[in-house]
């Protein structure tokens, strides 16, 4: 039987580090969909206010997979 899977974009925000970001990322994101395959980082920005780092961004694709119907 072949698999089938969906790929999403999600973005994970941190004060802390783009670790941080990332992993609350995919630890609230694994909370709703199961069956998570692969993250990959496509991007990463920070927010500066005042000349500091104020949040660390993250953009992971995730992959995920399909149930099939019975």
């Given at each position: 039987m072949?698999?089938v899977?969906k790929?999403?974009?999600i973005?994970?925000?941190?004060k802390?580090?783009?670790?941080d ?19 990959e ?5 920070m927010q500066?206010?005042k ?20």
């Amino acid at each position: 039987m072949a698999s089938v899977y969906k790929i999403i974009e999600i973005v994970g925000v941190s004060k802390k580090s783009w670790e941080d970001a990332a992993a609350n990322a995919i630890e609230t994101t694994g909370k709703n969909l199961k069956d998570l395959r692969i993250g990959e980082v496509t991007k990463m920005d920070m927010q500066i206010e005042k000349g500091k780092v104020t949040a660390y961004r993250i953009r992971i694709s995730v992959s995920f997979k399909y149930k099939q119907k019975k």
